[in-house]
């Protein structure tokens, strides 16, 4: 077995969500729950297809979006792995919609930092057993630091 480390793209001003399905039907299911839940959202999906074919299928409503998830999903290579890119919207508008889709079994992360998957090589093919989101802490958060974060909750309009 080896383990491999793969660096994802993700467009300036978007987040991915990266996560396991088990059904190719994955792939018309999360694109209607983005459709349905932000309707103003730009995305781009790629579903890792684990059997048959075994190709990387694809949605979305902005080209570029889905290319860059389709180059995402083809470099990872595990299967029933889905590759979600956003714009105009953040995961927390349809992560719960997408954790209550039939198929989805596991969601990895939902992130805008930089991304590393974590992948086990096998004869049978790969897996994702895990991600890096983002840096390690740098320290506890002062009071000006939480003043911070809750001015910056408050103009993303998720608290008033």
């Given at each position: 077995?080896e383990?491999?480390s793969?660096s994802?793209?993700?467009p300036?001003?978007c987040?991915?969500i990266?996560?396991?399905?088990h059904?190719i039907?994955?792939?018309?299911?999360?694109?209607?729950?983005?459709?349905s839940?932000?309707?103003q959202?730009?995305?781009?999906?790629?579903f890792?297809e684990a059997?048959g074919?075994c190709l990387?299928r694809?949605?979305g409503n902005?080209?570029?979006?889905?290319?860059?998830?389709a180059?995402n999903?083809a470099k990872v290579?595990a299967?029933?792995t889905?590759f979600?890119i956003?714009k105009?919207a953040?995961?927390?508008?349809?992560?719960?919609?997408i954790?209550?889709c039939?198929?989805?079994?596991?969601i990895?992360?939902?992130?805008?930092?930089p991304?590393?998957?974590?992948v086990m090589?096998t004869?049978?093919?790969?897996?994702?057993?895990g991600v890096?989101?983002g840096s390690?802490?740098k320290?506890?958060?002062s009071?000006?630091?939480?003043?911070?974060?809750?001015d910056?909750?408050?103009?993303f309009?998720?608290k008033y």
């Open positions: 077995m383990t491999k793969i994802i793209a993700i300036e001003g987040n991915i990266v996560g396991q399905s059904f039907k994955t792939v018309e299911d999360i694109s209607e729950i983005v459709i839940s932000v309707p959202a730009l995305f781009g999906l790629a890792c059997s074919p990387v694809t949605e902005n080209p570029e979006l889905v290319k860059t998830a180059a999903a290579g299967g029933h889905f979600l956003l105009n953040f995961p927390i508008n349809v992560l719960t919609q954790k209550l039939q198929e989805v079994v596991h990895f992360c939902a992130t805008a930092n991304l590393e998957i974590i090589q004869a049978q093919g790969r897996g994702i057993i890096i989101d390690s802490p320290g506890i958060e009071e000006t630091d939480k003043k911070d974060r809750r910056l909750l408050r103009k309009g998720y």
